[in-house]
């Protein structure tokens, strides 16, 4: 079995990467979220065959493409959204997703340094066209996932692992966030070098979508339940499969992935969030 090592990326230039591949063979509910087909994104590693299934291989390569995100999407997916009765999640980069229902925003990870730590950068335009009065919610503060310079300009709300300012702080308890039945559980995970990181389990029309961030185990997401969406990095998804860990979602999403890395699957539950302007749907 090919092993997984789990990366410190604040210690690694990009040039001294040395990230093995993961592979995993969990079970998983027949998904209800509907997204764009698995395929190929960028990577920084040899090509590797691992089982997943007893039907499919994840697989990662090098290919050499970068693709831009339409600032386009972000008026189109809320017009969507509020036409489907369903959350629409635009995946930007990294961990950075922009989540709507057609009337609450909700950006995770996002705005984040672009190009940190060699992973994926994006134009300033993403910046431009972030919604007035969103909330943004961050699992930690490292600068692929968090920009302080950036979110200072922002007029949205901040939600994080630690103490924000009661003026930008968020209050989920104010009516728009109940309207939406939209809720936060926080779960207190480890992150290397990372004095306070957060994993969320979100409950927005009654779906549960849970973001993992960049801790480093499963243990916290294999005591979650009958999750609709999951985002999970690859080491977590091998570490489950390691401990034996069950994750009950009916959807896998991997994300953080480096620039160039080509991760494909031919597991329909499983998304690879490897095109920057991708985007998942969750009905309610």
């Known amino acids: 079995m090919i092993g997984c090592s789990r990366r410190s990326h604040q210690r690694h230039p990009k040039t001294n990467l040395s990230i093995l591949l993961c592979a995993f063979d969990q079970q998983f509910a027949q998904p209800s979220v509907r997204s764009a087909p698995p395929g190929s994104d960028f990577a920084l590693l040899p090509t590797l065959h691992v089982p997943i299934s007893p039907k499919g291989t994840f697989r990662m390569t090098y290919p050499h493409l970068r693709i831009p995100l339409a600032t386009a999407l972000f008026l189109l997916i809320s017009v969507l959204a509020a036409q489907t009765n369903a959350i629409t999640v635009l995946f930007i980069g990294n961990c950075g997703l922009y989540m709507s229902d057609g009337e609450l925003d909700v950006y995770v990870d996002f705005p984040y340094r672009s190009g940190a730590f060699g992973y994926m950068e994006y134009p ?83 779906k549960r979508i849970y973001l993992s961030g960049d801790t480093e185990g499963a243990e916290t997401i294999g005591q979650v339940k009958t999750m609709d969406l999951a985002f999970v990095p690859a080491w977590i998804v091998r570490d489950a499969q390691e401990k034996n860990i069950t994750l009950d979602a009916e959807r896998i999403a991997v994300y953080h992935l480096y620039p160039n890395q080509k991760v494909t699957t031919e597991n329909p539950k499983i998304t690879i969030l490897h095109r920057q302007g991708e985007m998942l749907e969750v009905a309610f």
């Open 124 to 206: 300033t335009s993403e910046i431009d066209s972030v919604k007035a009065k969103a909330t943004h919610i961050f699992t930690h503060r490292h600068p692929d996932h968090y920009s302080k310079k950036l979110v200072k300009k922002l007029s949205g709300t901040v939600y994080g692992p630690w103490k924000v300012k009661k003026k930008r702080r968020a209050d989920l308890t104010a009516p728009a966030y109940s309207a939406a039945q939209f809720t936060v559980e926080t779960f207190r995970t480890k992150h290397r070098f990372a004095r306070h990181h957060y994993s969320y389990l979100i409950t927005w029309h009654g």
